[in-house]
């Protein structure tokens, strides 16, 4: 079943850290809106209509270079790009110069308070909101530190220089110690969570790969103890045949039969290790299942009784929950997983479903994955269709309402129509 391209919409299709990120760039983006909001546009309200389109107008320009070094600077801090040094200049350059230049407005201009009001404005917010996107840029609770203290004791040091009263300057640059303070720590919080959430998702995707790891280790080992063992018995007989044929012993005969049946023997177990046709128990796979998915950080919870099953719709049914299992752990990005078997009206359905449903490569998840087998013997979902087909069942698969996945398993009890009711 293919599942539609365009489940979840646009932020159901992005990964949590990929929200994580898209939320914090939109917030260093409205910063720009609310620095033009904040600063230039109150200033119409407070000094003539040619100087303030001016102000607003540089005020504006300012808050367009914040929001783009905040985007740049964001990338580097994840290591998509080099360190944004020129962006960097340009603002440091530009906050510097607007708050000086609104100060000498405010000390030669023609005065009054509105005139005083606005350019105290301008002065504390560009510079606010001009550090606090610097700040981005840097690494280290140090330099972080170095860059307010800079400002603070940059607009102390300019305000006395020009004439300005020690207590009025004094004040002032508290009010920059608390603006650029705040959004300095606004963004080194934000990039450390979401630092702090890339991790977290690297260390799920590890968890998740290591499960899967000890699953094939599990495997690997069921067919290295049927090997093992039937390889020994092989190599011992095959030596005692080679002794009697020397001797002329017509047992050299019987012990080469009995070499050709343990290898033909071999070559069946073999296989139905490969191709998973070993008799199962169901409830040794869901209860594997449930600790993989939890080792992984996945809140799993199994539903339903599998007693009693036929052997081959264990089997068949067992498969399923493996591949089901791995595409949770893989292709989507889950955090519950719900696995059900019922038994009704004949039949045994097995339900998975997770709220993590994520199309990949356009087409269905999960298809593509063979598990190693290849071919018609992989253990995909086309593998899995063929495996319950062969037991008369059916399988689905597909998103369903927008941001959970689910595969069904239908199996028919033939011949086991006095096999309990619903185990759900």
Same mark, same amino acid.
């Given at each position: ?199 977290? $998702? ?127 752990? /893989?292709?989507?990005?889950?955090? /519950?997983?719900?696995?059900?078997? /019922? ?37 995909g979902l086309v593998g899995l269709r063929e ?8 399988l689905e698969a597909g998103a369903? $309402?927008? $941001? ?21």
């Amino acid at each position: 079943m293919r599942t539609p391209g365009g489940s979840g919409g646009w932020w159901g299709r992005k990964s949590t850290p990929g929200k994580v990120e898209t939320y914090t760039r939109s917030s260093f983006h409205l910063f720009a809106v609310v620095e033009v909001a904040a600063v230039g546009l109150p200033l119409f309200a407070q000094v003539r209509p040619n100087l303030a389109g001016w102000m607003t107008a540089v005020v504006v320009v300012h808050a367009l270079l914040c929001s783009a070094t905040a985007s740049r600077a964001l990338d580097w801090t994840r290591d998509r790009r080099a360190q944004p040094v020129r962006l960097l200049w340009a603002l440091g350059t530009l906050t510097v110069l607007l708050p000086v230049a609104a100060l000498v407005l405010q000390e030669q201009g023609p005065g009054g308070d509105d005139l005083r009001t606005a350019t105290s404005t301008v002065f504390v917010g560009v510079l606010g909101f001009g550090v606090g996107t610097l700040t981005l840029g840097v690494r280290g609770r140090r330099h972080v530190l170095a860059v307010v203290a800079g400002a603070v004791g940059g607009a102390l040091v300019v305000q006395l220089s020009l004439g300005v009263a020690a207590p009025a300057a004094l004040g002032t640059a508290v009010a920059v110690l608390f603006s650029a303070g705040g959004l300095a720590f606004t963004a080194a919080f934000s990039v450390w969570l979401l630092d702090a959430v890339y991790e977290l $998702d690297e260390a799920r995707e590890t968890r998740a790969r290591l499960a899967v790891a000890e699953e094939r280790l599990r495997f690997g080992r069921d067919l290295h103890d049927v090997m093992g063992r039937n390889l020994s018995v092989i190599a011992l007989k095959s030596e005692l045949a080679v002794q009697l044929a020397r001797r002329g012993r017509a047992e050299a005969v019987e012990q080469m039969i009995e070499v050709q049946r343990i290898a033909r023997e071999s070559q069946r177990e073999v296989r139905e290790v490969v191709r998973g046709y070993r008799e199962a128990d169901l409830r040794l796979e869901l209860a594997g299942a449930q600790g993989v998915l939890a080792a992984a950080g996945i809140d799993c919870e199994v539903t339903g009784d599998a007693a009693g099953l036929p052997v081959e719709v264990q089997s068949a049914l067992g498969w399923v929950v493996r591949e089901a299992t791995t595409n949770v752990l /893989r292709h989507g990005d889950a955090g /519950r997983c719900v696995v059900g078997v /019922r038994v009704a009206e004949g039949r045994v359905v097995l339900t998975v479903e997770n709220d993590g449903a994520k199309v990949v490569g356009g087409g269905d998840v999960g298809a593509g994955d063979d598990g190693g087998g290849g071919g018609k013997g992989g253990s995909g979902l086309v593998g899995l269709r063929e495996r319950l087909t062969a037991v008369g069942g059916e399988l689905e698969a597909g998103a369903v $309402d927008g $941001d959970r996945f689910r595969v069904v398993a239908t199996v028919p009890l033939v011949g086991a129509a006095g096999t309990g009711g619903s185990a759900s």
